[in-house]
């Protein structure tokens, strides 16, 4: 059965042999360059990717800044608006006690006797000091006054510049935040270019490892179909050693008395094949004696001297669990030997 399948690796071979289409070196060439190009794509994908997240980084915690100095620009003008409020609150405050100072004057008629103290100056130095007596008492409340009021343009004005602070703020802001989001949909777009170079990787080397697998194939095939030329060359030189030996046996046995012969069918076995040993059971070395033949000991004894067609004088000298009836199996040293003989019909003569 071993030998059958060798012979059918041996046909299979030839055929692939046969049927094959070579794998120029160039084209494995061209593989790895392809490789190398796809691989390199991939690396400066990678590295555009990275410098892009650095960029990118660097925009968001340059919104991060803006975004806090929006929010303490904010708060500054609601800081100033509480003042001004403040301020307005005080004001409102003072007008409405100099209207009510100037409600008690009509009233009580004070004017006139504001008047009276003026003209009753015994001199004009006093006269000069009770009119400006009476100035200073009248424009205390206005002094004031316009006081809160310059204090409330100035902070109405600073409160302009921090609006046009914080709209600057927010302008660059919307800036930095446009400028995030076209880097977001760049490095969107290089992962796409990243996942494409290694796809593109990945066919290139799946192209490539398949020829280089069809190239071992093919070196194999020609390894067993240049095997199998020259295992049928030692079998057409076995055939032959064996024809010669056939008929020099033959002439061996001329002498000798058949007791019967015999048509069987005859297989070959080797002590080289996996798990043979190298004795028969009729106790004779295979080594030694390397021609016999394995026999059903009902139809031939062990120790018979039997002539086989093809095969020569040989001793019935072993066994076999698969040698039964009219079947023997044949000892060669070589598998070779076995390979040349396969199976076929034989004549079998007991020889005295």
């Not at 403040?86 to 004001?91: G, I, M, V």
Request: hydrophobic letters at 35%.
């Amino acid at each position: 059965m071993k030998i059958r399948n060798i012979i059918g690796i041996g046909v299979i071979a030839i055929g692939l042999l046969g049927n094959s289409v070579s794998v120029s070196a160039t084209s494995i060439s061209d593989l790895k360059k392809q490789e190398s190009a796809a691989q390199e794509k991939v690396s400066a994908a990678n590295t555009d990717i990275t410098k892009s997240l650095t960029s990118i980084n660097d925009e968001y915690a340059k919104v991060d800044k803006l975004n806090q100095e929006v929010s303490d620009k904010e708060n500054k003008i609601g800081s100033q608006d509480k003042s001004i409020e403040d301020e307005q609150a005080q004001l409102n405050t003072r007008i409405e006690n100099a209207k009510d100072r100037l409600r008690s004057l009509q009233v009580n008629d004070s004017s006139s006797k504001m008047v009276t103290a003026v003209l009753e100056a015994k001199n004009a130095g006093d006269f000069i000091n009770r009119v400006y007596a009476v100035s200073v008492l009248q424009s205390a409340d206005n002094k004031t006054m316009q006081d809160v009021t310059a204090n409330i343009k100035d902070m109405q004005e600073a409160k302009a510049k921090l609006e046009v602070e914080q709209k600057a703020l927010k302008s660059k802001q919307a800036e930095a935040k446009q400028e995030t989001e076209k880097m977001d949909k760049q490095l969107v777009a290089l992962k796409g270019t990243l996942g494409d170079a290694k796809s593109e990787l990945d066919k290139v080397k799946k192209a490539k490892d398949e020829e280089l697998s069809k190239e071992a194939r093919e070196k194999k095939a020609k390894e067993d179909a240049k095997a199998a030329a020259e295992e049928k060359k030692a079998d057409a030189k076995a055939t032959k050693n064996i024809e010669s030996t056939d008929q020099k046996a033959s002439n061996d046995t001329s002498g000798k008395t058949t007791k019967k012969t015999l048509q069987m069918e005859a297989t070959a076995y080797s002590t080289n094949a996996p798990g043979m040993g190298t004795h028969g059971s009729y106790g004779l070395s295979l080594l030694s004696n390397p021609q016999q033949i394995a026999v059903d000991p009902t139809v031939i004894p062990l120790g018979t001297v039997v002539w086989v067609s093809g095969y020569g004088v040989a001793v019935a000298g072993d066994t076999g669990t698969a040698i039964k009836g009219n079947r023997i199996d044949v000892h060669f040293l070589s598998n070779e030997r076995c390979f040349a003989w396969g199976r076929k019909t034989v004549t079998v003569k007991v020889l005295d």
